[in-house]
């Protein structure tokens, strides 16, 4: 006789708003091509003082682990047991594992950042950085780029946020290894010419804002640059649709995204996604 089965493994996000969030095609994609039909993926809609009970039904059902979207990815910390050295430098964790009820914290924005630079054959250590945006994603990438010994970062943020961009500096100065400068953003901002690597970690360009791009001088984008963008939806962001028709070296916030889901994949299953498969069905669920 067949061995019977049927336990689920669950894993999932809590997020608000969170309806439109593709990690359950990503993550749905990457399990069926692994051969694990009972492991789901939830897309769960959770109040902001409802996130303690959240959690607690994470261990009451014996979750394997979650991701956490805005608004929580700051106010789960204070609810696990352990959280990685560089979520805390972070300040906020976007995925869990359940080890048995013993909740760990990590945070893989800026590790899937780092692996899709990566993968477009991008080292970061002694070089040059120009990030514009200091919320939560910029946070991520550059304290994990600070971590792999980037040597200078310069951030570019609004001057109406600027308590959060010197947060941020006093951050990668904690971590000592970067020489970082903050420059307010009133204008158009023009990269230095020694840059190496640009970044959008912005929300400009964000669905439904398509055609939306950063307030920067085109022409001071070199081809001896990398520009990498954070944007998932859409795939292709009006900035680096306008990048590639300059012929300058550029990746999409999709490698970020698939990689960081990958990497809580891996983490929660102990094995490695097909992230051709994923980023296929990313690409079908925006098209
Ligand atoms: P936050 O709200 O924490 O930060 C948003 C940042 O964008 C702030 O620095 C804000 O500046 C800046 N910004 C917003 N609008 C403008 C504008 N019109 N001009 C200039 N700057 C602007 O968001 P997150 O950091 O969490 O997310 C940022 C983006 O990163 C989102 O689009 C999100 O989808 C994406 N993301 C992608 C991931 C991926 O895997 N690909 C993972 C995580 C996030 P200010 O401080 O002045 O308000």
New binding site residues.
């Given amino acids: 006789m067949k061995e019977q089965n049927y336990l689920d493994h669950l894993v999932g996000v809590f997020g608000q708003p969170v309806s439109e969030n593709p990690g359950v095609v990503i993550q749905d994609a990457a399990f069926e091509a692994m051969g694990l039909e009972r492991w789901h993926f939830l897309t769960l809609d959770v109040d902001k003082d409802k996130l303690e009970d959240a959690v607690r039904g994470l261990k009451a059902f014996k979750m394997r682990g979650i991701n956490c979207t805005?608004p929580h990815k700051i106010a789960v910390m204070n609810y696990l047991d352990e959280i990685s050295e560089s979520a805390k430098l972070i300040g906020a964790v976007?995925m869990i594992v359940n080890e048995n009820g013993h909740l760990f914290g990590e945070n893989t924005?800026g590790k899937?950042?780092m692996m899709s630079l990566e993968s477009n054959g991008i080292c970061v250590e002694g070089k040059k950085a120009v990030i514009?945006?200091?919320?939560?994603?910029?946070?991520?990438i550059t304290v994990e780029m600070s971590l792999a010994g980037i040597a200078d970062i310069t951030i570019v943020?609004?001057t109406?946020?600027r308590a959060?961009?010197d947060a941020l500096v006093d951050i990668l100065n904690k971590i000592g290894k970067t020489r970082v400068h903050y420059v307010d953003?009133n204008g158009t901002y023009s990269v230095p010419e020694d840059t190496d690597i640009v970044i959008n970690?912005?929300?400009?360009g964000?669905y439904p804002n398509v055609n939306?791009m950063?307030?920067i001088d085109l022409d001071s984008i070199k081809q001896s640059m990398f520009v990498q963008d954070?944007?998932?939806?859409p795939i292709q962001t009006a900035f680096i649709k306008e990048m590639r028709r300059r012929g300058i070296p550029c990746a999409t916030?999709?490698g970020?995204?698939i990689n960081?889901a990958a990497l809580n994949i891996e983490m929660w299953t102990g094995r490695k996604p097909d992230k051709q498969i994923m980023l296929k069905a990313l690409e079908n669920a925006l098209e």
């Fill in positions: 805005i976007n924005d899937g950042f514009m945006g200091a919320g939560g994603a910029a946070r991520a943020n609004r109406s946020d959060l961009g953003w970690a912005t929300s400009v964000l939306d950063p307030n954070v944007i998932p939806n916030g999709a970020m995204l960081q």
